[in-house]
């Protein structure tokens, strides 16, 4: 392979809802329940993409009010369409938050964090602009381990072009690791930090529901795939297909894990 150059942004709701959106919002309920944050509280949510996490939010946590800021100009446009006016969404940095200081009780993101070149700066932002004793949280893929649909891919990925591993999200992003997250946390000066994992299934009903997302074009995977060539494309869909645990009547049974954090601001 020559040295691809695939993106990690997303730009389009669409295609993220079908790939990863549909499955982040089954880590978000078990992630809120878990937080514990009570009724009547301000909530932000950093990186808020389509929407997800807030959602849980506004349906499970009875939130005072609920802000959510996002730089990609399509995830917002979904974000507003699928939240209406029950959140106030606006566009935002992780690493710049257009808000005062102190001014939440919760803030939270989900799924963002390996994707902000700045770690530090976004955690600092995050305890800025919230009230003391309030909570951090945040979640992330484990990309190295049983984010399964994922390593399905890039394992078999690999196999067939070892240059494929300098794009794979597990190595990559040394953050989907609980280690690096808490370290995160704690350099950041956040206290009462605690880690868990969230395991949730992710069913597909044959391969064509795991594959099409691949075909989407947006996420480092899908990049990669549709960077390819038809014949190369065509011979990592037959050596996934090969790896995938099917069962009798064709369905996939997989699991994703992710790895949940949280802390106190001081």
Same mark, same amino acid.
């Given at each position: #392979?020559?040295?691809?150059? /695939?993106?990690?942004?997303?730009?389009?709701?669409?295609?993220?809802? !079908?790939?990863?959106?549909?499955?982040?919002?089954?880590?978000?309920?078990?992630?809120? +329940?878990?937080?514990? /944050?009570? =009724?009547?509280?301000?909530?932000?949510?950093?990186?808020?993409?389509?929407?997800?996490?807030?959602?849980?939010?506004?349906?499970?946590?009875?939130?005072?009010? /609920?802000?959510?800021?996002?730089?990609?100009?399509?995830?917002?446009?979904?974000?507003?369409?699928?939240?209406?006016?029950?959140?106030?969404?606006?566009?935002?940095?992780?690493?710049?938050?257009?808000?005062?200081?102190? =001014?939440? *009780?919760?803030?939270?993101?989900?799924?963002?964090?390996?994707?902000?070149?700045?770690?530090?700066?976004?955690?600092?932002? %995050?305890?800025?602009?919230?009230?003391?004793?309030?909570?951090?949280? +945040?979640?992330?893929?484990?990309?190295?381990?049983?984010?399964?649909? #994922? $390593?399905?891919?890039?394992?078999?990925?690999?196999?067939? @072009?070892?240059?494929?591993?300098?794009?794979?999200?597990?190595? !990559?992003?040394?953050?989907?690791?609980?280690?690096?997250?808490?370290?995160?946390?704690?350099?950041?000066?956040?206290?009462?930090?605690?880690?868990?994992?969230? *395991?949730?299934?992710?069913?597909?009903?044959?391969?064509?529901? &795991?594959?099409?997302?691949?075909?989407?074009?947006?996420?480092?995977?899908?990049? &990669?795939? %549709?960077?390819?060539?038809?014949? +190369?494309?065509?011979?990592?869909?037959?050596?996934?297909?090969? $790896?995938?645990?099917?069962?009798? @009547?064709?369905?996939?049974? #997989?699991?994703?894990?992710?790895?949940?954090? !949280?802390?106190?601001?001081?």
């Amino acid at each position: #392979m020559a040295d691809k150059q /695939v993106s990690d942004a997303w730009e389009r709701g669409s295609p993220y809802e !079908r790939y990863v959106g549909r499955w982040s919002r089954k880590v978000a309920p078990p992630f809120l +329940a878990w937080l514990g /944050v009570p =009724a009547g509280r301000t909530w932000l949510d950093v990186g808020c993409g389509t929407g997800a996490l807030s959602a849980a939010i506004l349906d499970r946590c009875a939130p005072a009010s /609920v802000a959510g800021v996002e730089p990609s100009e399509g995830f917002l446009k979904t974000a507003q369409e699928n939240l209406g006016d029950r959140a106030t969404l606006s566009p935002g940095s992780a690493t710049a938050i257009p808000f005062n200081d102190a =001014a939440v *009780d919760a803030a939270v993101s989900g799924l963002v964090l390996n994707f902000i070149p700045d770690q530090r700066a976004a955690l600092a932002e %995050m305890a800025r602009v919230t009230d003391q004793g309030g909570a951090i949280a +945040a979640y992330v893929w484990d990309y190295a381990g049983r984010m399964e649909l #994922m $390593r399905a891919f890039w394992d078999a990925a690999v196999e067939l @072009d070892a240059d494929a591993a300098k794009l794979d999200e597990g190595i !990559r992003f040394p953050l989907c690791r609980p280690e690096a997250l808490e370290m995160l946390f704690a350099d950041a000066g956040l206290q009462d930090i605690e880690v868990r994992a969230i *395991d949730i299934p992710t069913p597909f009903e044959n391969f064509d529901d &795991y594959w099409q997302p691949f075909l989407g074009g947006q996420g480092p995977a899908p990049a &990669y795939a %549709m960077s390819l060539d038809e014949a +190369a494309r065509a011979r990592l869909r037959d050596r996934i297909r090969s $790896r995938l645990p099917f069962a009798a @009547d064709g369905s996939i049974p #997989m699991t994703a894990r992710a790895w949940a954090i !949280r802390a106190t601001v001081d």
